[in-house]
């Protein structure tokens, strides 16, 4: 006969799993970032970095080799505290926004928008005049928070 196991137990197994998949993540701090000819070295394209959001992903955190990177390549990598409108977007050619919340984490409203309308307004028309935007998301709450801005 086949033992099924209860259902609490199945419930506290889920929640662990949710809750090392975050813990797991760390950035390699030990890769080598350097770039043997950058793409940019007379010019310095701008990339603005999103760190207004509750964004599980910053320059100085798991992002960081990869804002290394393309800075290595020539790029002009800042972080970003404020909402997005046209006054904060304009000086830069890339917006990179990676993995945003409506809250922190564990806080109620982590799936909820991160972004308001205006802000998605502003992204809207900064990239119609030519901007590029990386939108990255992942699991839940991130997807959820981004979905009005996507």
């Given at each position: ?7 609490w137990?199945?419930?506290a197994?889920?929640?662990l799993?949710?809750?090392?998949a975050?813990?797991q ?9 350097k ?10 394209p ?5 760190e207004?959001h ?5 320059v ?21 505290h ?5 006054d ?10 990676a ?10 409203g ?8 205006a802000?998605?307004?502003?992204v ?18 991130f997807?959820?928070?981004a979905?009005?801005?996507g």
């Amino acid at each position: 006969m086949m033992r099924v196991a209860p259902v609490w137990l199945l419930a506290a197994l889920a929640g662990l799993g949710g809750t090392t998949a975050f813990a797991q993540q760390q950035a390699d701090l030990d890769y080598d970032t350097k770039v043997a000819e950058p793409a940019y070295e007379a010019e310095h394209p701008a990339v603005l970095f999103d760190e207004a959001h509750n964004n599980l992903h910053t320059v100085g955190g798991l992002y960081k080799p990869f804002a290394d990177l393309i800075s290595h390549d020539g790029y002009r990598v800042e972080d970003n505290h404020k909402p997005f409108s046209e006054d904060v977007l304009a000086p830069y050619r890339i917006l990179i926004i990676a993995c945003a919340k409506g809250a922190e984490r564990g806080q109620f409203g982590a799936g909820h928008p991160a972004f308001t309308l205006a802000e998605c307004d502003a992204v809207e028309a900064w990239v119609k005049q030519g901007g590029s935007l990386l939108l990255v998301t992942d699991i839940f709450a991130f997807g959820a928070a981004a979905q009005v801005l996507g």
